[in-house]
């Protein structure tokens, strides 16, 4: 079993920057997935970015170039850098962790709010 912690989020203008960041324990040392999810009320939850333990990354198409994940080295913890933020990042972000041959995600974090607006 794997726990995640979440922190950072919080409110911030237009073209503002956050940072998010996921500290996982427990059983990690398998090759893994970790990143970030986000949800609007009344929508599906939809992915943000991901990097693996190999650090291998993928973003989603509406925050390349503006979102940056990073794993800070010698640590389990994820880190989300947001910058240029717009108000359609609006979101409850959501850690995930994933062993890499799994099917789906096996653990989520809390649930960090983002709110983008004037």
């Known amino acids: 079993q794997v726990q995640l912690v979440e922190s950072g989020g919080g409110l911030v203008q237009p073209g503002g920057s956050l940072r998010l960041s996921c500290a996982a324990s427990g059983n990690i040392n398998s090759a893994n997935v970790m990143g970030w999810y986000r949800q609007v009320p009344g929508k599906q939850r939809d992915v943000v970015a991901s990097i693996s333990s190999g650090e291998f990354t993928i973003y989603a198409e509406s925050v390349k170039g503006r979102f940056t994940i990073s794993r800070a080295v010698g640590t389990n913890t994820v880190e989300l850098q947001m910058d240029n933020l717009k108000p359609e990042d609006t979101a409850i972000y959501y850690c995930?962790?994933?062993?890499?041959?799994?099917?789906?995600?096996?653990?989520w974090g809390q649930g960090t709010q983002v709110t983008v607006s004037p």
């Open positions: 995930f962790f994933k062993y890499y041959f799994s099917d789906g995600i096996n653990n």
